[in-house]
């Protein structure tokens, strides 16, 4: 139940993780590549979204939880940077069943390069916690991974890459700024995905733009749909459905998410502190 209950899902959420946030090492970061950054223009210091978490259980639609997200400007060892956390909780409907209780935190550059990644989750009786590091020597990617399994057991690996690695908060920012002017049906991004023990194969592939309405609401969007595809054991999986307003916000408006039990979806309850007007609002 892992993949679905972490929003990574989310956010994974995904689409959509107040944050414990400890530093490792005392050194300042080295700057990062422009290689691995991207020019933001879907979002400002000060955005707020909240999300209602729904699960379908014996074919009805259950509400589950709340996830909500913040972006602020902040200092990562003495670098301007972005500070993003993802905040998922279930309600007591879900508490009864199955605890989840998963917070997500991620520094990048102002260019939206990785800094820091972690992840602390609750997930029934499971407390883990993910935590990445980048630094960026002579054009590469270097990435610290720290594991702290349900046991309290730590494992720490490090690896070098002459590609851009992500996790999954700073692609979340990073597809934000994607300009799907220049994209067609079936077109793939790849974006390689990093937790604390492997590197994913994966990728967004577009779908097209849908209107898509809000659970909660009668409100309704124009929106870009892109599929988060992970291969694993020699198949390609969906894992998450992005509804994302076809605007220069490019917020995502609705997740729908794939699991080997069942489905489950997060629907947006609400906004502040946008960048640009919603003109994807359908009236």
């Given at each position: 139940m892992k993949r679905f209950f972490?929003?990574?899902?989310?956010?994974k959420w995904m689409w959509m993780v107040a944050i414990l946030f400890a530093i490792h090492c005392s050194l300042m970061v080295t700057p990062?590549?422009?290689?691995c950054g991207i020019e933001n223009t879907a979002f400002k210091s000060g955005e707020f979204v909240g999300y209602d978490l729904y699960f379908n259980w014996k074919f009805v639609w259950v509400k589950v939880g709340t996830a909500s997200m913040s972006t602020v400007t902040s200092n990562y060892k003495g670098q301007d940077a972005f500070r993003c956390s993802l905040i998922t909780r279930g309600n007591n409907k879900l508490d009864n069943m199955f605890i989840m209780r998963d917070t997500l935190l991620s520094y990048t550059t102002k260019d939206l390069a990785p800094l820091y990644y972690r992840k602390g989750a609750r997930e029934g009786k499971r407390y883990y916690v993910?935590?990445?590091w980048y630094t960026y020597p002579k054009g590469n990617c270097h990435l610290k991974q720290h594991e702290i399994n349900s046991r309290g057991e730590h494992y720490w690996k490090e690896s070098e890459y002459k590609d851009c690695i992500?996790?999954?908060?700073?692609v979340y920012l990073r597809a934000r700024n994607f300009d799907a002017s220049k994209l067609k049906v079936g077109d793939k991004i790849p974006l390689p995905i990093a937790d604390a023990s492997k590197i994913a194969n994966s990728w967004l592939k577009y779908n097209g733009i849908t209107n898509v309405k809000m659970k909660n609401n009668d409100d309704k969007y124009r929106c870009l749909v892109f599929s988060f595809i992970e291969r694993e054991n020699g198949k390609n999986h969906e894992l998450i459905r992005f509804y994302i307003t076809d605007d220069k916000?490019?917020?995502?408006?609705?997740l729908d998410m794939f699991l080997s039990f069942g489905s489950a979806k997060a629907y947006l309850t609400g906004f502040k502190g946008l960048r640009n007007p919603m003109t994807s609002k359908v009236e």
């Open positions: 972490s929003i990574e899902c989310v956010n990062a590549k422009a290689q993910d935590e990445l992500y996790d999954m908060m700073s916000n490019h917020l995502p408006v609705r």
